[in-house]
């Protein structure tokens, strides 16, 4: 993030937008100084400002510091789908990245989205992939709970899902969100958060 000044808020705004080459619309900003000046004279405010650009060269740049730091060669792609960061990585042994279970990539997920956060004092939407490991990952615990939905509709009986990471467990909730008889909900603390699936007679009539 950068500082940008200007004899008012407008001015300042407009050298952000200016520099970063992005409509107002575009830019967040935080008011980190405001100086009245004397009777008008020399009055100046400074915010700090940043796109969306810049959270997702900050990503990027963060990824390959830290791969250089523990001297891995790793490509590091970045695209971005519907207002998500997605990053593809490539190493010479990706199963080192992905790890037991996908344990690793779901670690190097947590923390790149925790320092993102942290940095931009915002949360951003951001999957970290290996080979395509997340997406088959994804529709291998679609099918799982779309199967165990159809269970708890037949039984009417609820189920509740081994714990999960936040992106999983959102994949399911959109999958099964119209699905007549079924609504979930999240319990648990942390690393322990699970997905209910609950069958419901009024949802989805």
């Not at 590091?76 to 037991?100: P, S, T």
Request: a positive charge; proline letters at 1%.
């Amino acid at each position: 993030m950068n500082n940008y000044s200007g004899k008012t808020l407008a001015d300042a705004i407009a050298n952000a937008c200016a520099d970063k080459n992005v409509l107002e619309s575009e830019l967040t900003y935080e008011v980190i100084e405001e100086k009245a000046g004397f009777l008008g004279i020399g009055a100046s405010t400074t915010i700090k400002a940043y796109c969306f650009k810049d959270v997702v060269d900050f990503v990027k740049e963060y990824l390959n510091q830290y791969f250089n730091g523990i001297n891995m060669k790793v490509d590091v792609e970045l695209k971005i789908e519907d207002g998500r960061i997605k990053v593809m990585l490539n190493a010479e042994n990706n199963a080192i990245l992905i790890g037991k279970g996908g344990e690793t990539l779901k670690s190097i997920n947590t923390v790149v989205r925790n320092v993102t956060s942290s940095y931009f004092k915002h949360r951003y939407e951001i999957l970290i992939d290996i080979n395509g490991y997340k997406e088959d990952r994804y529709e291998k615990v679609v099918a799982m709970a779309k199967r165990i939905a159809k269970t708890v509709v037949r039984t009417k009986t609820n189920a509740t899902l081994d714990p999960l990471p936040n992106d999983e467990r959102k994949m399911i909730h959109q999958a099964l969100s119209g699905m007549k008889y079924i609504r979930t909900e999240s319990v648990g603390e942390r690393n322990q958060r699970r997905l209910q699936i609950i069958y419901d007679p009024n949802a989805n009539i």
